[in-house]
């Protein structure tokens, strides 16, 4: 076997072990969001006091995603991968145990701490195997994470419907997907910086770069926040749907865009980035009116599926750019990131707001315009059109085998 048939080989069983740890941090997140009702009666906190801690994740993301780079610098992308993703099934068992609103906003300020490091390290890592496979992957990555989050709402539904304590549920979760999570991250690429590369930053501002590549996630990521929370609502308020329909709508919306993410990465290798997004804001426009201007129920829920369709592969097509960006993809992913995260953050408020002054049709009428920034700034993604392979006897600068 020849050492250039070897090394893709590596870098192939690479790909599945990242998209592994993808499926193992979306299963966290689903294994969570179900046991939410469980956990705010724990903790004896009303509806209000719950949204107050729920903002505490995005915080605690925000605050340490410029970290990963620096703990990946240190110990090497592999050995902080699988540290980080282990802190992050581990944090599962936090939320169930706090007993109040202080202890329960402190465990999940270090529940979204760990999600965002933990985030940052398997982005920069795919986008690095992205470069060397020479073709998309990032879509199907993200794919991975929705069949995860999937799997993960499954077993916790299946966990409530049985009654079963979230205390016990997820320390077994957090105990499975930690050894899933761990043996993964050992067959990633072991990554480790030049021996005269400075240490990143501990916190930087994200760079110019990837400012507008953000902007594209924020975009994207308003839309599904909007989607996934108010399409249920939206069905059941203003088209006077039955609670199943409704719920239907929103199921049917995340498994378009896991389909769509999981099958993305075709459309990207053939069309290009700046195309595929371009379409996707067409897409997602579309959607948007349809949802808006919905005479029945079926156009609304045609609507929703399109815009699942629009956006799905927005986000992992800016992850994808934001690590070509520039000298420092950590960074530019964090930065990203955080956009992004800030995005899914004031999205469902947002939209509550606009609804109670006005209503919900004005407020998917902001998502729709919002989409059409998806197509103006299509352009920015322009780097994810062409792939840079980075040898490992190459001169280049950042992170290397």
């Not at 105990?175 to 480790?192: E, F, I, N, S």
Request: charge should be positive; aromatic fraction near 6%; glycine fraction near 12%.
């Amino acid at each position: 076997m020849t050492a250039e048939v070897y090394g893709q080989r590596k870098v192939r069983r690479a790909r599945y072990a990242v998209g592994a740890v993808f499926a193992v941090h979306g299963a966290v997140t689903g294994s969570f969001a179900t046991r939410v009702p469980w956990i705010q009666d724990h903790a004896g906190v009303s509806p209000g006091q719950l949204g107050l801690a729920l903002a505490f994740p995005a915080v605690g993301a925000s605050l340490a995603m410029p970290l990963a780079g620096r703990v990946s610098h240190r110990f090497g992308a592999r050995t902080a991968l699988r540290g980080l993703i282990a802190l992050w099934t581990l944090a599962l068992v936090l939320p169930s145990i706090a007993p109040n609103l202080l202890t329960l906003c402190l465990v999940l300020f270090v529940y979204g701490a760990t999600a965002g490091m933990s985030d940052v390290a398997m982005n920069a890592l795919g986008v690095e195997v992205e470069n060397r496979l020479e073709r998309s992957i990032m879509s199907g990555l993200h794919g991975m994470w929705s069949v995860g989050a999937l799997i993960g709402s499954a077993a916790g539904t299946l966990a409530a419907h049985l009654g079963a304590d979230a205390r016990l549920h997820h320390a077994l979760a957090a105990g499975v997907l930690t050894v899933a999570g761990v043996a993964a991250a050992g067959h990633v690429l072991d990554l480790q910086p030049a021996g005269d590369e400075e240490p990143p930053p501990r916190f930087a501002l994200p760079p110019r770069s990837a400012l507008l590549i953000g902007a594209i996630g924020f975009c994207a990521v308003f839309a599904e926040g909007a989607s996934l929370d108010w399409s249920a609502v939206y069905l059941r308020d203003r088209l006077e749907t039955s609670a199943g329909l409704a719920a239907a709508c929103t199921t049917g919306f995340t498994l378009t865009m896991a389909i769509v993410r999981l099958a993305g990465d075709r459309v990207v290798d053939r069309y290009g980035a700046v195309r595929t997004v371009r379409t996707s804001g067409v897409v997602a426009v579309t959607g948007g009116l349809l949802i808006v201007l919905a005479p029945h129920p079926a156009t609304a829920m045609a609507g929703f599926a399109l815009m699942g369709l629009g956006i799905a592969v927005v986000v992992p097509l800016c992850f994808a750019a934001a690590g070509r960006s520039g000298t420092n993809p950590s960074l530019a992913i964090a930065g990203v990131a955080t956009i992004t995260y800030t995005s899914g953050l004031i999205a469902p408020s947002a939209i509550g707001l606009l609804a109670q002054a006005t209503s919900l049709t004005v407020s998917f009428v902001l998502v729709t315009v919002l989409s059409c920034g998806l197509a103006g700034l299509a352009g920015v993604l322009r780097s994810g059109d062409r792939v840079k392979v980075i040898r490992p006897d190459a001169a280049v600068p950042g992170p290397r085998p």
